[in-house]
């Protein structure tokens, strides 16, 4: 019962069965967004109007469709797949080259028949066929007169090699889902924070308890005035405030710190400091009143003290100036940095405070799965050796000589009957 249920088990069926399970629910995962807030499920996939005809917010919580790589039965798949793979490679692939290896003589001639391709000679000379095959960097293996060669064992290594990469693969995505997390923070310029708004996270992540500063944050246009590269200038901390690390970094170059990530993702305008001639100096807030997913800010910055007078300031880029108008919404001018605003030369702007928003994340798995896709590389590569196999057979004066092969059957072909020549 054991041995027919390995069987089963390491069935390339079964196995083909289980990853087209894995790759609906990993289908299932890309179209729908994962680990997002239940009022985000709600709003996408409300009751009245369901996904497929039955996919509703309900049901997409109830199943854990919302973090379909972390649940039970998703795992568990990958699990089997495992298993199936490695039960296969055992009972399968280990034996497939342990029999490749042993020496298969042929002693009767109707056996030549039977191979891809075969030659009976009269006039040929034993010993020079042999010379041409060992030239041909084969293996050979001679009883009297029976001789049995093979090369290119190394290509049924192939499958192995595989299943590994795979099995690796699939262990990394395992590790990832129980210790990786992902936090996202929006730090003012010049402040420090640890990590706390944490939104993704396995069952025995461990968050490190380390503190960061951003130096700057400041961001480059191009001469049309569209953004070409956000930049954050980050230092690492450590528990008496200590600089361990300083880094500048943009989108796609992350500060890497104990394999802990620090993204450039988005930015932000919080507020204009600006100085009064009588040396006082207030912060006044940005607000983005027009749409969440806009960069357009604006601010009301008085000019008297009963606050009834005064300027609209509105702001889209961290070029160094706004723009202002009157009560009336008529344009004025542009306000910028350490210039006094043209109406009222008391005021003057002192700067623009923005913040940096930043993703950070840790993976463990992501050694395991690069390892993974790297032998899995080196499988296909050693899949295009072709595993070929001659037997020769010398009765008095006659020779049987035959051969296969495993791919290439026309250019094995071409080689066998050079080997003749």
Known sequence: MKVKF???????RFAIFIL????????IGTIIEQDQSIEIYKLNYPLTNKLLGFLSWESIIFFGFDHVYKTWWFLTLILIFGISLSTCTFLQQFPTIKLARRCQFLRISQSFTKLKVSRILTKYCFNKIILNLKSANYSLFQQKNILYCYKGLIGRVAPIVVHFSMILI??????????GFKAQESVPKTESFHIQNIFNTGLLTKIPNISSRINDFWITYNINK??????????????????????????????????????????????????????????YPLFNRLSNKSKIWLTWIPSSIDFKNGFILIIDNLQGYCSVYNRQ???????????????DQNIRLEDILSSTGLQIKTDPSIPIIYLGFLFLM?????SYTTYSQIWICQNKHTIFIGGNTNRATFEFESEFFNYLK
Request: charged share 15%; net charge negative.
């Open 329 to 343: 919404g008529q344009f004025i001018g542009n306000f910028e940095i350490n210039e006094n605003l043209r109406e």
């Open 170 to 179: 699939l262990l990394g995505t395992m590790v990832g889902s129980f210790t």
């Open 20 to 27: 087209l399970l894995i790759s609906f629910c990993s289908i």
């Open 226 to 283: 569209t953004i070409t590269q956000f930049y954050s200038d980050l230092s690492i901390l450590d528990i008496n405030g200590n600089e361990i690390k300083r880094q500048t970094s943009y989108v796609n170059s992350p500060l890497i710190y104990n394999n802990i990530y620090f993204y450039q993702t988005d930015w932000n305008l919080i507020g204009l400091r600006v100085n009064y001639k009588n040396h006082q100096v207030n912060e």
């Open 378 to 382: 080196i499988s296909t590569l050693i």
């Open 6 to 12: 390995l069987k089963y088990i390491a069935d390339l």
